[in-house]
């Protein structure tokens, strides 16, 4: 059974960091393309980053690009979210989620999510 | 980027009624596209891929069509448990964008 379970949020003060991790057990981590989703408070999901099985290429969203770093440890079967100058608007939950082996693809199973706050 | 639209941004129905969201692209995406169920508190869930896909387990009610620009999700005889947030997402493009969502309630 796929499990992804994501840890790491909490309250943050505006312009701070904050690092998320997603254990991910279940199937072969390291042949799988891996994906960041949040959803704010009352919105909608909003796609975040996106990193190749090998973690040789990454993507994201204009809305975190040059402030977040999306990376992974294929020895640990852990995907990482480094999230610096943290903004108001980034307050929401952050969901992990498998791709599949290419990078343009569905997400098959996500986690439950962790709730990162942003405010002073 | 792409943007997606879907219709309606809610919707109330009778158990049984027959329930269809559409969704648009703003250019075409060939059949790259999901949909997924959001319940409040739960991790979403994949429903459809490539359009018209069944992702494994999901019950027959649910299906999907479309491709280019147009796309409809259709769940044949709506059940209490389906109520819940419907979302599209392509992911012909980077980056990937989901549509804003379609909430649906008992009536």
């Known amino acids: 059974e796929v499990q992804l379970v994501e840890s790491g949020g909490g309250l943050v003060q505006p312009g701070g960091s904050l690092r998320l991790s997603c254990a991910a057990s279940g199937f072969t981590y390291s042949t799988y393309a891996m994906h960041w989703v949040r959803q704010a408070p009352g919105k909608g999901l909003e796609w975040v980053s996106v990193v190749t099985s090998s973690g040789a290429s990454t993507d994201y969203a204009d809305s975190v690009k040059g402030r977040f770093t999306i990376s992974r440890d294929n020895s640990k079967n852990t995907l990482f979210l480094q999230m610096d100058s943290l903004r108001v608007d980034d307050t929401a939950v952050y969901y992990c989620?498998?791709?599949?082996?290419?990078?343009?693809?569905?997400?098959?199973?996500w986690g439950q999510g962790t709730l990162v706050t942003v405010s002073s | 980027d792409i943007q997606m639209t879907q219709s309606p941004s809610s919707l109330s129905a009778s158990v049984g009624d027959r329930v269809t969201i559409t969704c648009q692209a703003s250019q075409d995406i060939s059949k790259y596209l999901s949909w997924y169920q959001h319940k409040p508190g739960k991790a979403p869930k994949l429903l459809i891929y490539d359009a018209f896909n069944l992702e494994t387990g999901v019950p027959s009610r649910f299906s999907g069509s479309g491709s280019g620009t147009y796309f409809t999700f259709t769940i044949s005889s709506l059940q209490p448990e389906d109520i819940a947030t419907y979302y599209c997402q392509q992911y012909d493009d980077l980056p990937f964008t989901f549509g804003p969502g379609t909430t649906v309630d008992i009536k």
């Open positions: 989620a498998k791709g599949i082996a290419v990078i343009a693809g569905p997400l098959e199973n």
